[in-house]
Nanobody
Framework: QVQLVESGGGLVQPGGSLRLSCEGS????????MSWYRQAPGKERELVAV???????NYADSVTGRFTISRDNTKNTVYLQMNKLKPDDTAVYYC?????????WGQGTQVTVSS
């Protein structure tokens, strides 16, 4: 059974940090391109960051310089380190695994940035 389980969300003050984790199981994790998406209330889901390997990453303009995506294939886990958080970063964050033509999604974790 394929699973992607996110964790690490919560409430944080503006300027603070959080690290999200997403652990995969039931598929060959190392083969897959992993990414983080987010969806704020009333908005469409948007790509935040993607990682194929430690050398191949890409970020949305809105998070470049503040967020870092990484992966540990020995733990079947992808991470999103989020620094200098802003209220606009408030959203449900989802991880996605993709290896053509297959896509898996996690259930999401809530991140709220508020004072």
């Amino acid at each position: 059974q394929v699973q992607l389980v996110e964790s690490g969300g919560g409430l944080v003050q503006p300027g603070g940090s959080l690290r999200l984790s997403c652990e995969g199981s039931g598929f060959t994790f190392s083969n897959y391109i992993m990414s983080w998406y987010r969806q704020a209330p009333g908005k469409e889901r948007e790509l935040v960051a993607v990682i194929a390997s430690q050398e191949h990453t890409n970020y949305a303009d809105s998070v470049t310089g503040r967020f870092t995506i990484s992966r540990d294939n020995t733990k079947n886990t992808v991470y999103l380190q989020m620094n200098k958080l802003k209220p606009d970063d408030t959203a449900v964050y989802y991880c996605k695994a993709f290896w053509f033509p297959t896509t898996y999604w996690g259930q999401g974790t809530q991140v709220t940035v508020s004072s």
